[in-house]
């Protein structure tokens, strides 16, 4: 079986792996290997004969082929209406042709396969809304996505990214010790700003355990002193873990079904230590997904449900607004035309709608906020989702992708964009960059600092 | 007074004076220099990809670019290696103020050296997701004082007749404060010291008659209160001057250091961390060290830790 040093069908199980991946610059020589690298037809099928059940047997089968999710697929939309760009031909044409082939598929067809789960379907799930049967074409390439990345398809930064949450239980080389460390000084940093401020570690009992995203404590740590000061102001009993505070998850997006389970299993092990009354997690969409939505299914949990009650953070945002915890000043509400990007993570994929606009009637002043069109459940993916966004090879269709959301804002005239999501974030971010239509944009904490009342007892003399 | 000086830079004609204020300090106190680049902001998500803050293109990480970077400081500096040895690059990725502050915090110096604001429009995509200058981002936060020279020198560091310091009675100040006085007393400058302090038109709630006079007997106030805060720690000082003046805070600074010829001008910022984000809003600091043709340090309640 031919496989090469880079590309190949193992995951990352040593730093010094990673580290050897890393310094292959952009993936060169990792997908000159992946050329050449050979399919494992017997362990394909075996996979797909344990794994592939009911659920997406019905659903490959009884797609019509009516095409009625072509016009809910932004990609679809952007391609001069490619029919290679329905959500049912790119299912069908890669996943049904591995069950229908048993698994007798080549290199050729996998590396088509691989561009197609991941520079084709950001796996927001929209087609699913639309499809009169209900089938859920973005589930099923998450699906392909697992088969795919066992037998070693899979882009080179996702490769790396499970390679980091395996090693570090994080998507960023970021150990435990630089985590205490970034939040001490943090709290150092802010303490005099807002008097008492402290970012408690490893409280056990505590009412909030609070986990978050590696890259704020990576790049930007301003991020957990902002959470650290609204819990502060809200006067809540919150708690970071030690270890066990990475609620985000590339592993998913590549694929790693075995890293997905030790990853939520790691921030599960910290609620069950810590024992917290609940658990609220950072704003990111596809962190949500996966260890509060999704986790506890990989990591068989029979309840469905994390080992404690677990929210999102805008939940907890709308939450500490609406009983008076945080007290937002009228005079300082957003007096600009705003707009809110709905992440499909936790928006269409986990029913928090009502609860983002909640907010936005606390902070944005009556006849700012603009709505997206189509917004809510139907809102289009941000264009960077499912790992899209940090997919070298793919970046020229990921750009692309942005178009969708770049003529949703320009439509509504904002100039700022609430974001309340990392990979939105990034997403438009990045189609500032690239289109320059003049707009900000912005997680909900910095928004909510700016505007919040700080009670008389915590202000700074 | 410095064993360790940071020189954060950005490579760009905006650092060109700092360059030669840092080596001319690392060369008079023996120190060592840091000569300090991030030339790379995080884009694309969890990507491997950053984007080269001088020349805009997305570049991937390697060790080769690393030691290009390197090369490029070095080229940079070109004729100011030769005033010390004791000098070493340090380069890395991230958003510029951050990676200046966790660096400083790594290695504990006793003066960090900036230039002025690039203003470049280059990095347009940077400055709007993160709001406020780097300057005014590092000088808020860092653990020792933050020398801003954003103009040719004036004179030598050592060779002042003027030091101009204003105070807004805040603990930043009085951080300031100490660093004026330990740089008089330390170098046995012989100069002046003026402590300074502006009214802002908010302060002063005029009635509608007698608004000079009323102005007037707030200034003579203030100057007892500068006196009686300063005057314990000014023993041995033969020329210290305290002046009080209303009008726009930073305005104010600026044309009194103008009046006296400052070779040095020192703050104590005292800006809460989230009014510097604030749209449209520029600090008193961020004002004077675009505008001034001296030298400015910036010292914060960290930097009066570090003095101590």
């Known amino acids: ?461 | 007074m410095f064993q360790k000086i940071l020189f954060a830079t950005c490579l760009r004609e905006a650092c060109d004076h700092a360059a030669r204020m840092a080596f001319d300090l690392a060369q008079k106190y023996d120190a060592h220099l840091y000569v300090f680049n991030v030339f790379g902001m995080p884009t694309h998500g969890y990507s491997q990809v950053v984007t080269d803050l001088i020349t805009g293109d997305e570049v991937v990480l390697n060790e080769e670019y690393v030691d290009w970077v390197k090369e490029e400081i070095a080229e940079y500096c070109n004729q100011l290696l030769k005033k010390t040895k004791k000098y070493s690059f340090e380069v890395t990725i991230g958003f510029p103020h951050r990676e200046i502050l966790r660096f400083a915090r790594l290695i504990d110096p006793d003066l960090i050296i900036m230039g002025g604001s690039t203003g470049d429009p280059e990095v347009s995509t940077y400055k709007r997701s993160i709001a406020g200058s780097t300057v005014q981002r590092v000088a808020k936060a860092a653990p020792c004082p933050v020398l801003v020279v954003g103009y040719p020198l004036p004179a030598f560091w050592g060779e002042y007749s003027n030091v101009v310091f204003g105070t807004d009675f805040s603990n930043a100040s009085d951080a300031g404060f100490e660093f004026a006085l330990r740089l008089l007393r330390e170098q046995k400058l012989d100069c002046e010291l003026h402590v300074f302090h502006a009214l802002s038109d908010g302060v002063i709630q005029t009635g509608d008659t007698n608004a000079q006079e009323e102005i007037r007997d707030h200034i003579g106030k203030t100057k007892q209160q500068i006196k009686q805060k300063y005057d314990p720690w000014m023993e041995g000082l033969k020329q210290y001057f305290v002046e009080v003046r209303k009008g726009l805070p930073a305005l104010e600074i600026l044309k009194y250091a103008d009046e006296k010829h400052a070779d040095l001008i020192v703050l104590g910022p005292h800006t809460k961390k989230w009014e510097i984000i604030a749209k449209d809003h520029t600090s008193i600091f961020e004002q004077v060290i675009a505008r001034s043709r001296c030298p400015v340090v910036s010292v914060n309640r960290f930097a009066q830790g570090k003095q101590d």
């Open chain 1, 1 to 461: 079986m031919l496989e090469g040093t880079l590309c190949n069908k193992h995951p990352i199980r040593t730093e010094q792996a990673l580290k050897a991946l890393l310094a292959d610059t952009g993936g060169k020589k990792y997908y000159e290997e992946m050329k050449s690298l050979d399919v494992d037809r017997p362990l394909l099928w075996n996979t797909v004969e344990k794994t592939f059940k009911s659920r997406m047997r019905t659903w490959l089968e009884i797609c019509a082929h009516c095409g009625l999710c072509a016009d809910s697929c932004f990609f679809f939309r952007i391609n001069d209406r490619d029919p290679q760009q329905v959500p049912a031909y790119k299912i069908q044409s890669t996943l049904g042709e591995i069950i229908r082939r048993k698994g007798n598929v080549d290199n050729t067809f996998m590396r088509m396969a691989m561009e197609t789960a991941w520079a084709k379907c950001t796996c927001c799930n929209r087609c699913g809304l639309y499809c009169p049967h209900g089938i859920d074409v973005g589930a099923m390439f998450s699906y392909l996505r697992g088969l795919l990345y066992q037998q070693g398809f899979v882009p080179w930064e996702l490769k790396i990214g499970s390679g980091m949450h395996r090693i570090y239980h994080a998507q960023m080389d970021v150990t435990d010790e630089e985590f205490a460390e970034t939040c001490k000084w943090m709290a150092e940093e802010y303490q005099e700003d807002y008097p008492g401020l402290t970012i408690p570690m490893d409280k056990t009992g505590a009412d909030i355990l609070y986990t978050l995203n590696a890259r704020e404590v990576k790049h930007y740590p301003e991020a957990l002193a902002e959470a650290a000061i609204l819990f502060h102001l809200a006067g809540e009993d919150w708690t970071v873990p030690r270890s066990g505070w990475e609620l985000t998850n590339l592993a998913m997006f590549a694929g790693d079904w075995e890293a997905c389970k030790m990853q939520v299993e790691h921030v599960y092990a910290a609620i069950e230590r810590l024992k917290p009354k609940r658990m609220v997690g950072t704003e990111c969409g596809h962190a949500h997904r996966a260890t509060v939505v999704e986790g506890p299914y990989w990591a068989g949990r029979k309840s469905g449900s994390p080992p404690v009650e677990s929210i999102h953070y805008i939940e907890w945002v709308a939450e500490a607004l609406r009983t008076g915890k945080l007290k937002i000043d009228p005079k300082k509400r957003i007096k600009e035309r705003v707009t809110l990007q709905d992440s499909c993570n936790y928006i269409r994929n986990n029913g928090l709608k009502e609860v983002a606009r909640e907010i936005i009637g606390y902070i944005v002043e009556p006849g700012y906020f603009v709505e997206m069109s189509p917004n809510r459940e139907h809102n289009h993916c941000c264009g960077g989702g499912g790992g899209l966004n940090g997919i070298g090879i793919f970046r020229k269709q990921r750009n692309k992708a942005l178009i969708t959301k770049r003529d949703q804002i320009i439509e509504t005239g904002a100039t700022l964009v609430i974001a309340p999501c990392h990979n939105c974030w990034d997403a438009i971010r990045d189609l500032e960059e690239k289109y320059c239509i003049g707009i900000r944009w912005s997680f909900l904490k910095t928004l909510l600092i700016d505007r919040v009342e700080v009670p008389e007892h915590l202000i700074m003399r």
